[in-house]
Structures are given as structure tokens and as C-alpha cells.
């Protein structure tokens, strides 16, 4: 089984209290916000001033987020 590592993120309500899941983006990022798709997407460059949390998981080959890599025992 094949699985590629996202990052998972989800942005604060405006008043700070919750978390609502946002959207994934493909592999790990360090950032403290998501990184526009492209430069010209004036409402993702607005993502700098948002609050944001990002938790790293994993995508399998049907679609489903892991927190964990599916492991296999080999004899």
C-alpha cells in the first residue's frame, strides 16, 4: 500500500475558540500557515493573518487520512 504524507490544516473561528478543519496540502510543511496554490489567489495570501493549526498525517491510495503509516509484518 502506497501512502504519501500531507499536512493537515485547520484554521481558528474569528473569535479564536475552535479549530475547523480547512483543507490539506501535499507533504509536511513547517509554516505557520498554508502556502497559496499560486501568487494571484489575493484571498490565500490573506492565510498571514488567519490562526491556524497543522497536524501531519498520511493519504492512502483511497483517499483516507492515517495518523499513523499502515505498518506490515514481514517473516
Not at 27 to 47: C, K, L, R
Request: aromatic share 16%.
Amino acid at each position: 500500500m502506497m501512502v504519501k504524507m500531507i499536512t493537515v490544516w485547520y484554521k481558528y473561528d474569528d473569535k479564536g475558540n475552535e479549530a475547523k478543519l480547512n483543507h490539506i496540502e501535499d507533504g509536511w510543511v513547517n509554516g505557520e500557515y498554508p502556502s497559496p496554490i499560486n501568487p494571484s489567489f489575493t484571498n490565500q495570501e490573506a492565510w498571514k493573518k488567519s490562526d491556524w493549526e497543522r497536524k501531519y498525517a498520511y493519504l492512502d491510495e483511497q483517499n483516507k487520512v492515517l495518523s499513523v503509516p499502515p505498518t506490515y509484518w514481514i517473516k
